[in-house]
């Protein structure tokens, strides 16, 4: 069995003795309930055997160690025990995947307990932080922005007047189990056809089951249950969200997709309506979270959108979870050229209206030294961490090393590193707040 750590190899009929499984108490019992099966059947015969059994033992005890022969009945009496019990389960589970129940056990028993996560984006960024934040909790809520007008999202948006699907789709297959398997048809994008041409299969389901449950959340929420997803994916609202963008010299610019495309510096973004309303669940889950997660992904058209609804900056701002943003390591050409990490920082304050919406800031600590060139060429560099001016804004700085490796030169945020380094932040955050809380009770 894997489960979470590759590294280390359990044998396969060991796994049932996984901690957290909450099999062994059944073990227990089990074998308790035996004990006293038998206990009264030799009740029954005046306890007679034992007496002989017992007779038995002194004799033998006469040539070996009373502890070494209550050894070996103890131990022979286990191994016969568990293998009866093992081949028992077998039976009954035959022409079922062993490990897969195992994995589902551990998931529901070990994931179902941790820590209730609010992740906020939309893009690839937020699909690749779900990869590895379900490894982690089954407690996700992630609210995907619904701003996207682009590509086939675009296309479906303007000619079926549906949502866009783009970015839900990307989360839903971020959390399926089979997530290779859901990968390929969900992402599979239609190369020919009059009609289906650029369009993903995903993005037709969606629209379809939209039209036939009458709305997008419970397309999404059905969706979810046939794809056996961890956790589940909102859209932060279901108004009609269109993205404007006012640009320092003035010129406003509609539309997602134009904005990166205007070049010039944005001043400030905005909604078309300008009070777009979040849906229910999305504030119930803010208030219900332990740890609230801001990207990473596109800033101004990924990001900040979600935080473009009042009760949901709001929401975050007010509550007592936890708060980290995941910075974009590389900057993005049309969104925040010449970009620092407090620049990051400072659009999603300002936006939200409010300098709590973040705790701490994680960014990358590390970058290939053969930096691929293409980055350069299309007017990429790495977001500086500028450290001082971020110490004004009052958000803690918390580094890491991010990406996967490449011998290309490539940055691509690993979401398991990203995961791993959320999770080591949140739990050191959690000691901390455990310990002040110690010290207030004895002072």
Not at 229 to 245: E, H, K, W
Not at 248 to 268: L, V
Not at 343 to 348: E, G, I, S, T, Y
């Amino acid at each position: 069995m894997k489960m979470f750590n590759r590294n280390v190899k359990i044998p396969e009929d060991a796994g049932w003795l996984i901690p957290g499984l909450q099999i062994k108490r059944w073990f227990f019992l089990i074998f308790l309930g035996a004990a006293l099966m038998a206990l009264g059947v030799l009740v029954l015969f005046d306890i007679k055997p034992v007496y002989n059994i017992m007779q038995v033992i002194q004799k033998v005890a006469t040539k070996f160690s009373t502890e070494w022969i209550a050894f070996a009945i103890v131990m022979f009496g286990a191994a016969v025990f568990f293998k009866g019990w093992q081949k028992t389960n077998l039976s009954l589970l035959e022409g079922l995947d062993k490990q897969t129940i195992l994995e589902s056990l551990y998931r529901r028993r070990k994931l179902n307990r941790g820590p209730k996560i609010v992740a906020v984006g939309g893009g690839t960024g937020l699909s690749m932080l779900l990869k590895g934040i379900k490894k982690i909790t089954n407690n996700i809520t992630a609210v995907v922005t619904v701003g996207d007008d682009g590509g086939s999202s675009g296309r479906l948006r303007e000619e079926m007047g549906v949502l866009p699907p783009g970015d839900i789709r990307n989360c839903i297959v971020a959390l399926a189990d089979d997530e290779d398997l859901v990968a390929k048809l969900f992402q599979y994008r239609f190369k020919t056809g009059e009609g289906l041409e650029g369009h993903s299969f995903g993005n037709l389901f969606l629209t379809a089951l939209c039209a036939i449950t009458g709305d997008l959340v419970r397309a999404v929420k059905e969706s979810s249950n046939v794809l056996s997803i961890r956790g589940r994916v909102l859209p932060s609202t279901l108004d009609d969200m269109r993205l404007v963008a006012e640009m320092e010299d003035g010129r406003i610019i509609h539309g997602e997709s134009n904005i990166p495309e205007a070049g010039g510096k944005i001043k400030r973004l905005y909604t078309d309506p300008a009070d777009c309303k979040p849906l229910d669940d999305v504030i119930s889950a803010i208030r219900e979270a332990d740890l609230v997660i801001l990207g990473p992904g596109s800033l101004f058209t990924s990001v900040i959108p979600n935080l473009l609804i009042k009760e949901i900056s709001n929401e975050i701002a007010n509550s007592h979870a936890r708060k980290i943003y995941v910075c974009n390591i590389m900057t993005q050409p049309g969104e925040t050229d010449d970009y620092s990490v407090t620049d990051h920082v400072n659009a999603l304050m300002e936006h939200a209206n409010s300098k709590n919406i973040i705790d701490t800031v994680l960014v990358n600590d590390y970058l290939p030294a053969n930096l691929a060139q293409k980055y350069e060429l299309s007017g990429q560099y790495p977001v500086k961490p500028d450290a001082e001016n971020l110490k004004k804004t009052g958000v803690n700085l918390f580094s890491q090393k991010l990406i996967e490796d490449s011998k290309e030169g490539l940055v691509r945020h690993s979401s398991n590193r990203v995961a791993r380094a959320i999770y080591y932040w949140y739990r050191k955050e959690g000691k901390k707040a455990k310990k002040h809380e110690r010290n207030i009770v004895k002072l």
